[in-house]
């Protein structure tokens, strides 16, 4: 028994770190992009950090900010702009210092900057264009 907790021990021990997105470089696009782009990602890492309850919370920041993007839309052509804004912002800086910085510095605390970056090309392809698509949205609807 005594045996069979060293090697796991051992095997954990020296398993190799997962492949993550920097969490920084992920909050510094998620101003550009969306903190929604953000949220998704922070998710990702955690799924591969094996942090299955980290990346539901993620994921919730991923809906709430969704509801919160929904809700700053609607409020718009009620002459709400400068509201909708606010929501949004406060909902920008609650993510950015309630989970992205979190994860950064959870994988700062566990890995270093010793683990492999995920390539950004793709992600970041694909928040452009959904970002394309919602302002196209917006436009054409307002």
């Known amino acids: 028994m005594k045996e069979e907790q060293s090697n796991s021990a051992h095997t954990s021990a020296t398993c190799a770190p997962p492949s993550l997105w920097n969490p920084n470089a992920l909050a510094n696009w998620s101003l550009l992009l969306s903190p929604l782009f953000g949220a998704y ?32 839309f609607l409020l718009v052509p009620f002459g709400l702009f400068g509201a909708s804004m606010v929501i949004y912002i406060g909902y920008l800086f609650s993510w950015y210092f ?32 959904a970002n394309v698509v919602w302002q196209v949205i917006v436009k054409v609807t307002l």
């Open 41 to 72: 990602l922070v998710a990702e890492n955690y799924k591969a950090m094996e942090k299955a309850s980290d990346a539901k919370k993620a994921m919730e920041w991923f809906y709430i900010g969704s509801a919160v993007l929904l809700s700053t």
């Open 98 to 129: 309630m989970s992205a910085r979190r994860q950064n510095s959870a994988v700062l605390l566990k890995y270093g900057k010793s683990y492999e970056r995920r390539p950004w090309g793709k992600v970041l392809v694909i928040g452009i264009a």
